[in-house]
Structure formats: structure tokens, C-alpha cells
């Protein structure tokens, strides 16, 4: 193929931020981080490796996820749990905030919602910032392995890959069937998982998470949440997924509910402001 004679001049424009950020609301880390100061844990799940299990959080309260027992990577679902239709948004969430999420940055909720559901309030791999692969944690680009994609690469038949553990886990805990559940499951915030994309194919990769036990990452939940988890049979990621063969640890979920009080003057957030018109 011919480069037209402007070709490098093309290449050196600079890129624009398709969505500058300084104008979105801004999280009250401070209230948040009080809030979980004063708070006690109401509840806890332990999900098992290669499974998935749901958890609820009421607004307000804070939910962590932990490493525990080994390094593990995990795929987080979230749904308004009053409407399922309501439900984590990752693309959006990538575009405004990056490829991946940490501290300060938020789970947004999908069309015609587009408002936080969760915010990050501490992240303990926050240190890690960007690899020289151009790698980091916590990623909203990667969709959340699934069986499908197995068997059109691999001819497999694997019942253990985190969109089949999330649709069991949604099935289970509001008594749906697994054909009524599976349209509800969605693109997922990979907890702990370390990823980018190759800087020479663009294709994405993952490597060995950084993750160890005692590792965390705390959310408040800005809205009243059903939340829904996978210990990714790929372990921690440094190999395969979608098989039976790497190392995988359970994750542990707790809630928190602040203390009476702390949280007075603070409300969820509204859903989002455009008139739904569309132009009619
Ligand atoms: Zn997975």
C-alpha cells in the first residue's frame, strides 16, 4: 500500500482527551475516608476459586475486596439493586477515567443512568502505577473471560470462566434461571488483574498480578448495590485462563456501614440530567 505524501505529517498531530475530565463531579474522598474510619463490618462472603458469588451493599455502606491465601485476580460485576437495568458501564468508565481505575476514580452506571455506583476510596497497589510494558491494575478494558471465546479459539467446553461463575452466582441469588440471568451479566472491572496492550500489535495482555494477600481495594457504594464477584480461574493471570490449570485462590468481600451520622448532608448521587429527548 502507497503512504500518501503526508503521511508523517498525519502521524504527528497530537492527540486530544476525548473526554477531559476536570469537569466531573468530584468525590468527597475526605467524607468517604471518615466514613469508613467510623464503620463496622456487617457482612462478609468468601468467594471460592474458580466460583463467583453475590454480595449486597446498601448506599452509603463500603465494600472491600481482599487477596487472600494467594495472589488471584477477580471479576466485578455491579447492578442498581433495584433495577437491573442499571448496571456497571466499563467502556464509559474507561473513557473517562483511563484503562484502568484506583483511588478517586468511579464505576459508572450505564445509559440512560450514566452516575456513579461506586467510587474507589483506597487502592493498596496504588503504588504501581504503569509498568514498562505500559501494564497496570485494576483494568476496564479486558470484558471477562468467557466460554464462548474458548470454544470459537480452542473447541473447548469449560463451564468455570467468569462470565458462566457470575451468571450462576446472579441465578442463585434472585432465583432466576441461568438463560434469564445471562443477558444481566456484563463487562467486568478487573479487580487486581495486571493488563495493557502491546505497544507493537495493540493487542491486549495480561502478566503475573502484583497482588498479595492482604491487598485491597475499598469502594463506597454511591447507590444501593447487588454486586457479584469471580476468583478468575485464571489465578493470578500469569499464564491462562479458561482451563482448569493455573493456580486460583479464593477473594474476600466484606461490608462496612459507617458510623450513625458520619455520612449526615450526604446524598446518592441523582440519575444523569439529559432530557431523553432526543431530538424529537
Ligand atoms: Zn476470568
Not at 16 to 36: F, Q
Not at 103 to 108: F, I, K, S
Not at 225 to 230: I, V
Amino acid at each position: 500500500m502507497q503512504e500518501p505524501a503526508d503521511a508523517d505529517a498525519r502521524r504527528a498531530i497530537a492527540p486530544v482527551i476525548c473526554y477531559p475530565n476536570d469537569t466531573l463531579p468530584v468525590p468527597d474522598l475526605a467524607l468517604y475516608r471518615r466514613a469508613m474510619q467510623s464503620a463496622e463490618k456487617v457482612s462478609e462472603v468468601l468467594v471460592p476459586a474458580r466460583e463467583a458469588a453475590c454480595f449486597r451493599v446498601a448506599a452509603g455502606q463500603i465494600f472491600r475486596i481482599s487477596s487472600v491465601e494467594g495472589p488471584q485476580v477477580g471479576d466485578l460485576n455491579l447492578w442498581n439493586a433495584h433495577d437491573l437495568s442499571e448496571r456497571f458501564y466499563s467502556g464509559k468508565s474507561r473513557a473517562l477515567h483511563g484503562t484502568h481505575l484506583t483511588t478517586g476514580e468511579r464505576m459508572w452506571s450505564s445509559f440512560p443512568h450514566l452516575r456513579p455506583m461506586a467510587t474507589i476510596i483506597e487502592d493498596s497497589l496504588g503504588w504501581y502505577g504503569m509498568d514498562a510494558y505500559g501494564g497496570s491494575v485494576h483494568d476496564v478494558i479486558g470484558t471477562r473471560c468467557d466460554p464462548y471465546t474458548g470454544n470459537l479459539l480452542a473447541g473447548s467446553q469449560y463451564h468455570h470462566c467468569c462470565h458462566s461463575n457470575l451468571i450462576r452466582a446472579l441465578a442463585d441469588e434472585t432465583g432466576m434461571s441461568l438463560a434469564e440471568a445471562e443477558p444481566h451479566v456484563h463487562d467486568v472491572l478487573n479487580v487486581f488483574m495486571c493488563t495493557g496492550f502491546t505497544r507493537d500489535t495493540g493487542q491486549y495482555f495480561m502478566k503475573a498480578s502484583p497482588v498479595r494477600p492482604g491487598d485491597h481495594l475499598d469502594f463506597f457504594a454511591e447507590i444501593d448495590l447487588l454486586g457479584a464477584l469471580s476468583a478468575c480461574p485464571g489465578g493470578d493471570c500469569s499464564s491462562e485462563h479458561s482451563s482448569d490449570t493455573a493456580a486460583c485462590h479464593p477473594l474476600l468481600v466484606e461490608v462496612f456501614a459507617p458510623a450513625e451520622g458520619v455520612l449526615d448532608g450526604w446524598n446518592s448521587p441523582p440519575v444523569n440530567g439529559y432530557d431523553r429527548s432526543h431530538g424529537r
